[in-house]
Every structure is written in C-alpha cells, then in structure tokens.
C-alpha cells in the first residue's frame, strides 16, 4: 500500500478553516484518498474520500492536486468538536482494508 | 438503528493466555473487520470477514485469528498472549455494495497484557 505523509499536529482557532495537508507521491492511478478522524475515546469515523476531482459534503471538503501527488482536508469552521486525529488514507479498495498512518492531531483554540 | 459494539470495554490479561473479544456489526452490515491501535499510533489491519469468510488479512501472525456468526457478529481471538499486543482492538462493520464501502467503527477494546 502506497503510504502517506501527514505533519504530526497542527492547531486552529474556533471559527477558523483549517488545511490539513498530506502528502503521497507513490500514489498509483486505482488508489483513492480517504480522510477518517478519531475523537478522543473513540472509534475512527469517516469524513470524506476523493480519486481525482474535488469534493465536498457537510463535514468537510478535500481538495486534490492535479497530480495526485498530495490532497488537503479542508474544515471550513474549526469547531471544538472538531479536535482530533485525521488520517490520510490511500487504499485501491474502496474503501475497504484501510491501512492507517500516525495521521495529524489537530487542536482548536477557543 | 444500532452503531457498532464491542465487549468488554477493557480487559486485562497475562502474557501467554489466550482472548476472545466480541463485535456486533451495525444492522444489515455484513463485513466485518478488525485493527489493532497501540498507544499514539494509527490503526493496523488485522483481517476481514465477509458472509463469515476470511476475506483478506494484514501482516499479523496466525495465533490471531478471527470467526463471524451468521448474524454476521464477529470474534477476535489471540492465543499466547505478548506484551506487545496490548492496544486497543477496533471493529468495523460496512456494507459493500456498488457505492462506497464506508467503514463504521465502534468504540474498541482496551486489551492489557501483562
């Protein structure tokens, strides 16, 4: 599996965007982009996934280099609720057999 | 509808005993897979169930092994328990179908080996 290079934290103010970037230069022409974050406590959930155009949906958006070579999670409005693990994925499967990095921890000030 | 659930919440253990932890799967999932999270790092795939076959296993040696019911609940279990198995054990149940194959987790095990 191709892997993903992700910086180990970052922080945010509330109300602010946040960019969390990840980078994956192996990525193969089949891989897809997933994002799953993991709140304190819990189980990781999904937030989104791409394969070469841009999406977005309620929680978040991701923005995908022409290349492929790298994609940011976007968060529009940090929340507090937002603070967390986020994990860049790549898995030709989709969606399935996720194989997991150190992701980013994301903090957000009040 | 039900999320996903795992038994016991925490379990503690000594090294070469054997364990056992449960999933029940979100209703109408058929698939089920398991990860193991050590402390600060991401989770690791362990293996997979689908319709009560193993359908795909990461690098994790044969002593971990796994079994789904027909009701599509699921077991993990780890013979000859080490210390550095202690992590949290994460289940995923999803529904693989033409769409997305999106993974529901539940809150995990937390497996102590001493």
């Known amino acids: 599996d191709a892997k993903t290079t992700q910086p180990n934290s970052m922080e945010s103010n509330e109300e602010e965007p946040v960019h969390l970037p990840c980078n994956h230069s192996?990525?193969?022409?089949?891989?897809?982009i997933h994002w799953y974050r993991q709140l304190p406590s819990q189980g990781p959930e999904y937030v989104i996934h791409?394969?070469?155009s841009n999406v977005n949906n309620r929680m978040a958006s991701l923005a995908i280099a022409e290349d492929r070579k790298s994609s940011t999670l976007i968060l529009h409005r940090a929340t507090l609720r937002d603070a967390a693990v986020y994990y860049c994925i790549l898995s030709w499967e989709y969606g399935n057999k996720l194989v997991f990095g150190a992701g980013t921890i994301l903090r957000v000030k009040s | 509808e039900t999320g996903v659930t795992q038994s016991p919440t925490h379990l503690i253990k000594t090294r070469g005993q054997q364990v056992t932890l449960r999933c029940s799967s979100q209703?109408?999932?058929?698939?089920v897979s398991w990860y193991q999270q050590a402390l600060g790092q991401g989770p690791q795939f362990i293996f997979q169930?689908?319709?009560?076959?193993?359908?795909g296993r990461g690098n994790f040696p044969p002593r971990f092994s796994g079994l789904q019911f027909p009701n599509y609940s699921s077991e993990l279990n780890v013979n000859a328990l080490e210390l550095d198995d202690s992590a949290l054990y994460l289940c995923?149940?999803?529904?693989?179908?033409?769409?997305?194959?999106?993974?529901?987790f539940g809150p995990g095990t937390r497996l102590t080996v001493l």
């Open positions: 192996t990525i193969s022409g089949t891989d897809y």
């Open positions: 791409g394969l070469t």
């Open positions: 995923a149940s999803s529904f693989p179908s033409s769409g997305y194959n999106e993974q529901f």
């Open positions: 209703s109408g999932h058929n698939t």
């Open positions: 169930y689908y319709r009560e076959e193993e359908n």
